[in-house]
């Protein structure tokens, strides 16, 4: 078989695999970007109640009223529960997140799942009171990548302008936000 011929079917094949990750996230071409993460981030007052705010789209997250609650079990790993409300019922997904380098703890790692690593989960700005902003990207090849960010909040909203300061800050580190949408959070207190 000729070298182009071997690179086209190879390129084609991970295509094909990776079409529904395509379909149901938010792809670009190239490698992951590298933002700027929280400077002297501080896992302990992170801890907490966090109620979704905005995100780019993601294939997990269907329904309304998305918080997540993380709670510290060691100096370095936290248990992370998620909750949302989806067609009339709550529905709750427990996991683990861990500091995968001390020295940059900002950057952490999520699983939900014994059987699947951690997949990013980085801190890219927090006043730990008010606002979050978290980012998570997944690398194919080099090729391209899908990428997830939120913007989260104590309440279950924000100020438009805190919205817009996190929309700005994503931009500046390279994150394309122009598909993220408003999080549905009304009427949950009635439901929950």
Request: net charge positive; glycine share 4%.
């Amino acid at each position: 078989m000729q070298p182009a011929l071997t690179m086209r079917v190879f390129l084609a094949s991970i295509f094909v695999l990776v079409i529904p990750i395509i379909r149901a996230q938010v792809p670009h071409w190239g490698p992951c970007p590298e933002p700027e993460v929280q400077p002297a981030f501080i896992l302990k007052q992170f801890m907490g109640r966090w109620f979704e705010i905005a995100k780019l789209p993601a294939q997990f997250e269907k329904g309304r009223c998305i918080e997540t609650n993380f709670t510290l079990t060691t100096d370095n790993s936290i248990r992370v529960v998620s909750s949302e409300i989806l067609k009339g019922e709550v529905r709750k997904i427990v996991g683990t997140g861990v500091i995968e380098d001390l020295k940059n703890p900002a950057k952490l790692g999520i699983t939900y799942s014994y059987v699947l690593p951690y997949s990013p989960y980085w801190i890219l700005s927090t006043d730990y009171v008010n606002f979050a902003l978290v980012y998570s990207c997944t690398d194919v090849l080099r090729l391209f990548h899908v990428d997830f960010a939120w913007i989260l909040g104590r309440t279950r909203s924000l100020p438009d302008a805190t919205v817009e300061k996190a929309r700005e800050t994503f931009a500046t580190n390279n994150i394309d936000v122009t598909r993220m949408i408003p999080s549905r959070q009304q009427g949950c207190d009635k439901t929950l």
